[in-house]
């Protein structure tokens, strides 16, 4: 696998999350001169917004009120710094599971290495102090602050196989890289070109939905023009669906076309407004979202069409087996996010989607792209992936929707490993989902291990058409890159999505301040 060039990714404390519930009571609290000693470790510069606030937040989890003075010196660190703005702000926080540890785990990151005699762990009596307290304590929060931190200390890494050259080959040739946007786009092709011909020892399918969200002139539109060119070249351009859907039925009729297809939709951001508004919105647009939800789970099975009166013969039911639909948006966040509401977290058409925020809108410009042709063996690979491994498949197998020609898949196996961490996955969201039950998240923890699952699939098609298997590594990159995004997506959700237009209004407001940061906003508006 290979890394993301570092000047693609923002300047910030990407190690920085909401940590978990598996936080102890001595990972949060600190002591006054542990935490002055790490943070001379995390100078605060030029930090953006988000790590400034999570820093004020760890601070106030590890030190309560005490620790005002200590975050009003570190934010005096900064020449943008208004001190009236930093007491507002700190009064704000409300930290619950967030403290000393993540103070701690970001300074040892950057080589602080706290006196054997300090005292790291406020919740302990002073008076009662092993002998080897600093040197025990240093290995509790460390340990305690690598497994709060894990999930988001997650660098972004292309796979290898189809999925990789196909992400790499749109990086090379786009004006502005975005290597999150141009992987999802990677796997929802991969996805489609394998569908109806591989699937996991569940059963499972490589459909996949995912958003892609940058603002306007990020470049996040590179990715689906390279699809459309390789699809051409490689003569895969049937698997492709037009760029808008026109209506619920629209997007069936392209079904029975062709049942393994990738749709790319621009300001899907729009088109989500539009389908997920019951009350505004006409019947064959909504009825988009509705065949959307309901094709995802039926993508091991058989999608039973709508019936109708049918009084002249012309209007039969029109059934698809194993639809593998494919859908690739982007958009940008204020489109996106105000397009949905509580209802779609809750049922679970938004916990269906994964979604990829970019983390540089606009990354620098590579200004000496030009002309481009696919390489030879992206097009060889692409056209053996969508033959399948070829073993027992006639010239019609799978070749149309109904269950007039048979579909022949191959399941692909797992190493012990990659089952057995999959297992552990599935014991940690249950845990999860308890713990959330009666919250709006209990739908995207749900989709969690499936989406991985998913991703695991393609990477591994995507190795070796002819012969795949999912190993540990495929397993671990899934699981990360998911869990990763889920926990982001909820994030989101928590600042974006609301029920009522005064709730919207209110958490709008909240954004403007929060985006503006300590300088404020420039417009009146």
Known sequence: MSWSPPELRPASLATLTVAGASVSGHAQIGTIEAVRSALIHIPNTDLDYDSWVRIGM????????????????WSDQASKNDPAITEKAWGSFRPERIGAGTIYHLAMERGWKPDPGMVLDGSQPIDECHPASGLLARLDVTADAEAVTAPAS?????PGGLVGKLTDYMLSTARRPQ??????ASLCAIGALMGRLYRTESNLRSNLYVVGIADSGSGKNHSREIINEVLFEAGLANHLGGNKIASGAGLLTALHRQPAILFQIDEFGMFLSAAADRKRSPRHITEILDNMTELYTSAGGIFLGAEYANRDGTNERRDIVQPCLCVYGTTTPLHFWGALQGANV?????ARFLILPSDEDYPDENVAVGLRTPPPDLITGL???????GQQRGNLAGATSGPQTAVVLTTVPMTDEA?????ALSGELTGELRAAAGTAFTAILARIGEIALKLALIVAVGHDPAAPII?????DWAIAFVRHFAKRAMEAVERHVADTETEAHLKRLREVIRTAGAKGSPSPS
């Open 58 to 73: 760890a601070i106030k989890g590890s030190l309560g009120e005490a620790g005002k003075e200590v975050f009003s010196d």
């Open 154 to 158: 997650f660098n972004l890494t292309i």
């Open 419 to 423: 089952r057995a961490r999959f297992k």
């Open 383 to 389: 056209q053996l992936l969508a033959s399948g491994p």
């Open 179 to 184: 290597p999150l946007l141009s992987l999802g």
């Open 471 to 475: 190993t540990i590594d495929d397993a």
């Open 346 to 350: 809750v049922d679970g058409s938004l």
